[in-house]
């Protein structure tokens, strides 16, 4: 997928050096959200099993976790997902980008890109962000694309002390009218063909 400063693709092996400096510089954002964190820093190894997984978890249509990179497609800005672990008319939506890249609207354009994919691409009927309700940061990313609050789980994440999640939504009949539905995006199948914009 490429937005108007960002490619998303799924991760491939080579890329685990610059996932592991992107991670690596960016820790003390991290930590405090992101239960993966805890584990870091990974050696290079771990890193490039790790990705060998999320490809073959993408290419079996299990899960899409994807590598967010700069337009030409080489520097590591963050990661994201597609998670499928609320059934098959749903999909969750995942974002970080690394600390030095923070606070130019990137976590917000590739959210607003992948809501529209989920419904006008993946036809699903609902999308899901969740996060910490005192992380303000992240907060502020469904909020800004048009998702609603739908409700706070209370210690439901164990991180590794009980932390709340509060839940955001988005419904594909609520897409008309949010910022969302006005992303602009190109998406391409394995062969290169354009899915997007039709
Ligand atoms: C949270 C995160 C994904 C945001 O990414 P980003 O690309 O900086 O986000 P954006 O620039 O699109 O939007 C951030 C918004 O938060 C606002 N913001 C920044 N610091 C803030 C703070 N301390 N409190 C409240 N809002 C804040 C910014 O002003 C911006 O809003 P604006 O565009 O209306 O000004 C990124 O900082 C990150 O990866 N953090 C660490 C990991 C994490 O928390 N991931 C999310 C887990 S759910």
Same mark, same amino acid.
């Given at each position: 997928? =490429?937005?108007?400063?960002?490619?998303?693709?799924?991760?491939?092996?080579? $890329?685990? @050096?610059?996932?592991?400096?992107?991670?690596?510089?960016?820790?003390?954002?991290?930590?405090?959200?992101?239960?993966?964190?805890?584990?870091? @820093?990974?050696?290079?190894?771990?890193?490039?099993?790790?990705?060998?997984?999320?490809?073959?978890?993408?290419?079996?249509?299990?899960?899409? =976790?994807?590598?967010?990179?700069?337009?030409?497609?080489?520097? =590591?800005?963050?990661?994201?997902?597609? #998670?499928?672990? #609320?059934?098959?008319?749903?999909?969750?939506?995942?974002?970080?980008?690394?600390?030095?890249?923070?606070?130019?609207?990137?976590?917000?354009?590739?959210?607003?890109?992948?809501?529209?994919?989920?419904?006008?691409?993946?036809? =699903? $009927?609902?999308?899901?962000?969740?996060? $910490?309700?005192?992380?303000?940061?992240?907060?502020?990313? @469904?909020?800004?694309?048009?998702?609603?609050?739908?409700?706070?789980?209370?210690?439901?994440?164990? #991180?590794?002390? @009980?932390?709340?999640?509060?839940?955001?939504?988005?419904?594909? $009949?609520?897409?008309?009218?949010?910022?969302?539905?006005?992303?602009?995006?190109?998406?391409?199948?394995?062969?290169?063909?354009?899915?997007?914009?039709?």
């Amino acid at each position: 997928m =490429v937005t108007e400063r960002l490619v998303l693709r799924c991760w491939e092996p080579g $890329d685990a @050096p610059g996932l592991k400096e992107a991670v690596d510089s960016s820790l003390d954002d991290l930590r405090p959200w992101m239960p993966w964190a805890e584990d870091e @820093p990974e050696s290079l190894e771990q890193k490039v099993e790790l990705l060998r997984g999320f490809r073959g978890r993408f290419d079996l249509d299990q899960d899409y =976790v994807y590598g967010v990179f700069t337009a030409g497609g080489e520097d =590591v800005v963050g990661g994201s997902g597609l #998670h499928t672990r #609320h059934g098959s008319d749903a999909l969750e939506i995942g974002y970080w980008i690394r600390s030095n890249q923070a606070g130019k609207g990137f976590a917000t354009e590739l959210t607003a890109a992948l809501t529209r994919a989920a419904f006008e691409l993946c036809e =699903v $009927d609902r999308v899901e962000i969740r996060t $910490d309700p005192a992380n303000e940061r992240s907060r502020t990313v @469904p909020s800004k694309v048009g998702y609603e609050e739908e409700a706070t789980l209370r210690r439901r994440l164990h #991180h590794p002390e @009980p932390r709340d999640v509060v839940i955001y939504s988005m419904f594909r $009949d609520r897409l008309a009218g949010t910022a969302a539905a006005d992303a602009r995006f190109e998406a391409y199948d394995v062969l290169g063909e354009r899915m997007w914009p039709r």
